[in-house]
């Protein structure tokens, strides 16, 4: 079973520019979370989807927005980047809508601001 | 507001050597707890999940213990190897309504050969 991909693994952007990431989860998962992690701050949750949905979310500015596909792939959107969204950013997928199921993560993308 | 703080935050041990990674929560109101692996660069591998009714689990040379009520959790790990040396995050679910997982900042363990 092929575990969940990101693309792409490697970014450069400018500030004030946007960016979009994806994410294709584990084939039959129907969550899909993301992270951001840095060295000050660590792994932060950004928000989750299930079912096309958005289920959760956690406390970044409106700048970080998300959406998730009927195929449960999901893409992360960053608008207006700021040298501080350098970071990586991983993504979670998970078998269910249970919350005792396990998270598996994707290689992330490294996404580096200058 | 849920915190996971992880103790120590970096430990160097000879090979060989078993060792305990420290992991405590302060809402003891969680759903499960996780443990993950990160080597440089890359993304988490989970190692052990523990449902909140349960005391601990086992994979090879891990066992992950959970004490609930205390909010505690401890990383076992027998006979280290280089090949363990990565960063151990620990992770719990919780939240009531606003449920996600919070990450501890993570254990940087180094095995020395």
């Known amino acids: 079973k092929a575990g969940v991909t990101q693309t792409p693994r490697y970014l450069i952007k400018t500030r004030g520019q946007q960016v979009t990431l994806s994410c294709s989860p584990i084939?039959?998962?129907?969550?899909v979370s993301w992270y951001q992690q840095t060295p000050g701050q660590g792994l932060q949750f950004l928000f989750e989807?299930?079912?096309?949905?958005?289920?959760n979310k956690g406390n970044f500015p409106g700048r970080f927005s998300g959406r998730q596909f009927s195929n449960s792939r999901s893409e992360m959107n960053v608008s207006t980047l700021e040298l501080g969204d350098s970071a990586l950013y991983l993504c979670a997928s998970s078998s269910s809508s249970a919350f005792s199921y396990e998270q598996y993560f994707g290689p992330g993308t490294r996404l580096t601001v200058t | 507001k849920q915190e996971v703080t992880q103790i120590p935050a970096a430990l160097s041990v000879p090979e060989g050597e078993n060792l305990v990674l420290n992991c405590s929560f302060t809402d003891s109101a969680i759903y499960n707890l996780q443990w993950f692996r990160q080597d440089p660069g890359k993304g988490l591998t989970s190692l052990l999940l523990i449902q909140s009714s349960q005391r601990e689990q086992t994979s090879g040379r891990l066992n992950a213990s959970l004490d609930k009520s205390s909010g505690r959790s401890t990383l076992y790990i027998a006979a280290s190897q280089p090949g363990d040396s990565a960063t151990y995050l620990c992770a719990v679910y919780s939240g009531g309504s606003n449920y996600k997982l919070t990450f501890g900042k993570g254990t940087l363990l180094t095995v020395n050969p």
């Open positions: 084939s039959g998962h129907r969550s």
């Open positions: 989807y299930f079912s096309e949905t958005q289920r």
